[in-house]
């Protein structure tokens, strides 16, 4: 369902089906990504970003040429496009991940690229592997559609706040793991080894996500009827879980161990940009300021260049 101010309702109980199917979707494509790209610091080159289509990976290498691959939510197919002029489809329908799988490696052996990928999901439990999943077979175009939107929204308002930090973070993109957008800030201090414990995922690959202190935030199709923007620092600090954040409808998940904005209070809300950027600002200064960052050599305005007129 579509409303007037370009924020979409889309509850979690009505796609949840898709969701899933989808989720093992983007663990096939982002791990196509993984296994042809050289490793950033905490995982970069995994991610998916959004655009004005769907999710793409951006450009991969391969040999001497370029790829990439797009969930295109629009005309609901995976787009597979090489820099020598190559490209192929494959359709976005209720089918099993197994055959996503296949039809997906079958293209791009036809544009002359291997996958070549470990097979089977992270951070899930139970870890299917692609090949043999057909227990997760839905696809809604319509609900896909939705969340597309909804993630343009949070990419649009978490990009705005990320232009307040010149320091180091992230850019705002998609984790196929535990699928969700986020955008993490950096204090440039290092942090304690992290103690893992994803299902699935071995304890080293926190280790590297996790290597320097942070405030991570985001959007996540869960933890609320509608999704949830979500907020956490790594360490988390003393009284953090306490610290005074909004808008009102914002809480601290013991569960989670961190704090949830309902995606449906932000939607709902008269503002939904401002109430959202309330939260991301409220929760990172609860993590800047009981952890000690140093705030004003890593804060900027965007609008420093900006002159009347312009």
């Not at 991610?47 to 290498?61: A, E, M, Q």
Request: aromatic letters at 14%.
């Amino acid at each position: 369902m579509s409303t007037s101010n370009g924020w979409p309702a889309l509850r979690v109980a009505d796609w949840e089906p898709t969701r899933d199917t989808l989720h093992m979707w983007t663990q096939i494509v982002g791990k196509i990504r993984l296994t042809h790209s050289p490793l950033l610091n905490h995982w970069w080159q995994v991610t998916l970003y959004v655009s004005p289509r769907g999710l793409t990976t951006g450009s991969i290498p391969y040999e001497n040429r370029l790829f990439d691959l797009e969930f295109d939510f629009v005309d609901h197919v995976l787009a597979l496009r090489t820099s020598d002029g190559g490209s192929a489809t494959v359709a976005l329908t209720a089918k099993p991940v197994a055959k996503f799988y296949a039809e997906t490696v079958a293209a791009l052996r036809e544009l002359g690229i291997e996958a070549g990928i470990s097979a089977r999901p992270n951070e899930v439990d139970p870890a299917i592997p692609f090949a043999e999943d057909h227990q997760h077979a839905s696809y809604d175009p319509q609900a896909a559609h939705l969340f597309w939107r909804q993630l343009i929204q949070a990419h649009r308002v978490i990009n705005e706040f990320r232009s307040f930090f010149i320091g180091k973070v992230s850019p705002v993109h998609f984790f196929w793991g535990s699928f969700d957008m986020a955008c993490t800030r950096f204090s440039g201090r290092p942090a304690p080894e992290h103690p893992g414990g994803a299902p699935n995922c071995g304890d080293w690959v926190m280790v590297e996500g996790y290597s320097h202190e942070l405030s991570s935030c985001g959007f996540w199709p869960g933890g609320g009827e509608e999704g949830a923007f979500y907020a956490y620092a790594y360490p988390e600090p003393a009284g953090f879980a306490e610290y005074p954040v909004g808008p009102e409808a914002a809480f601290y998940s013991p569960e989670f161990r961190q704090f949830l904005l309902p995606y449906e209070a932000v939607r709902t809300s008269s503002d939904p940009d401002r109430a959202l950027l309330e939260f991301l600002q409220s929760t990172y200064a609860a993590a800047a300021d009981l952890a000690g960052w140093d705030r004003s050599q890593l804060e900027t305005d965007p609008h420093r260049w900006r002159t009347p007129g312009q």
